[in-house]
Nanobody, 121 residues
């Protein structure tokens, strides 16, 4: 019923930039927070950044000043602009949305399949 599809990952050199996009589609009634998480090999999934429908933003300390999250509510899109990338940013980046499906009231977490970001020279 609901899909989250990420795009924009790839291979980039240290110091480079990438922009991730995530589109939520399907029978969506409302979306609360949207965000990005990442999981590196052998590590737990961690929050990178999140943004509420009202525009309140949270960043992980490790990406503050380098990453910028934004969203287009009308399009059910969320973006992550990543700059000054470091090798330790290498991970699979997953889109997340806390949303209610049409015909329901209770929001549920939905996840995208992820997009690989590799930072290497």
């Amino acid at each position: 019923q609901v899909q989250l599809v990420e795009s924009g990952g790839g291979l980039v050199q240290p110091g480079g930039s990438l922009r991730l996009s995530c589109a939520a589609s399907g029978r969506i009634f409302s979306i609360n927070a949207m965000g990005w998480y990442r999981q590196a090999p052998g590590k737990q999934r961690e929050l990178v950044a999140s943004i509420t429908s009202g525009g309140s933003i949270t960043y992980a300390d490790s990406v503050k000043g380098r990453f910028t999250i934004s969203r287009e509510n009308a399009m059910n899109m969320v973006y992550l602009q990543m700059a000054n990338l470091k090798p330790e940013d290498t991970a699979v980046y997953h889109c997340n949305a806390d949303l209610a499906v049409a015909g329901t009231w209770d929001p549920v977490d939905y996840w995208g399949q992820g997009t690989q970001v590799t930072v290497s020279s």
